[in-house]
């Protein structure tokens, strides 16, 4: 059985607990701040728990740190006594936090990786992107197998994190905000609130479900027809600036992820 310690027992770390606990592959030890977090993972799914990030560190061989990117740093120093043995690693979910600055809280040569997820891993649907430094990469299937458990898991360079972040981890809050507005527009024609909220989550889910299988383009092409409604849809919100909005928000996005690497 694997041990696995989580520092932070919030969004992220907290969908880990739930899924990895209903596994029964590891040993979890889950350390936060927050009595009731740790009280309601306890108790709910019986794992150990603990107010100490150190201890959490000493009865893991791989510890994840699900924290804010301005916690990290405490939380690595804290660890970094229990992280001598050759035989444990340290993975970070923090946006901006490269593996540099995670390397000078650890003693020398410490295998560390970094993964960022986004919140659809509460419902297990989430998608991550995942490196590793060279001590790291023998690590790297046992964590893709962790993170497997609340989504999609894929290997991409680190100098490509900050883009990635801004596409995917921020991702989700761009849907709800399209989503808000088709239904903010469907009740300005008349439809009411609660029939254009259901028309629009069920429209969004069923397309994720399609862009599985084909692309988005075939997609596009299949519902739009020549001098049709969505025809016109697509002439009015490209003259609006849609796309290039889209745009300029994940390149804004991605030059803030790198800002706070600085």
Same mark, same amino acid.
């Given at each position: ?87 444990k690693a340290v993975v970070s979910v923090a946006a901006g936090v490269p593996i540099k600055a995670i390397e000078r809280r650890l003693p020398a040569g410490a295998a560390v990786l970094r993964v960022m997820p986004n919140v659809c891993a509460a419902v297990g649907l #989430?998608? %991550?992107? @995942? $490196? ?12 893709? !197998? +962790?993170? &497997? ?21 921020? #991702?989700? %809050?761009? @849907? $709800? ?12 024609? !008349? +439809?009411? &609130? ?27 092409d299949e519902v739009m027809t020549p001098g049709g409604t969505t025809a016109a849809a697509f002439v009015a919100m490209e003259k609006a600036g849609f ?20």
């Open positions: 059985m694997k041990r696995v310690g989580i520092i932070g027992a919030g969004k992220i770390g907290g969908s880990l607990i739930s899924r990895l606990s209903a596994s029964g592959d590891f040993d979890l030890t889950v350390s936060d701040i927050h009595e009731a977090q740790l009280k309601l993972f306890a108790e709910g799914y019986g794992v150990r728990t603990t107010h100490s990030n150190r201890e959490a560190a000493e009865e893991s061989d791989l510890l994840i740190v699900a924290v804010k990117p301005w916690d990290v740093g405490a939380a690595l120093d804290e660890v970094s006594p229990a992280m001598e043995s050759e035989e #989430g998608s %991550a992107v @995942v $490196a590793a430094n060279e001590p790291g990469e023998a690590y790297l299937r046992m964590v893709v !197998g +962790i993170f &497997r458990h609340v989504g999609d898991v894929i290997e991409l360079p680190e100098r490509l994190f900050d883009a990635a972040t801004a596409l995917h981890g921020s #991702g989700p %809050a761009y @849907v $709800a905000l399209f989503a808000d507005a088709l239904i903010q527009a469907g009740v300005r024609e !008349g +439809i009411p &609130r609660d029939v254009a909220r259901r028309l629009v989550n069920e429209t969004i889910g069923g397309t994720a479900v399609l862009l599985k299988e084909r692309s988005a383009h075939q997609i596009r796309v290039a909005a889209v745009y300029d928000g994940i390149e804004a996005a991605t030059e803030q992820s790198r800002r706070l690497a600085e």
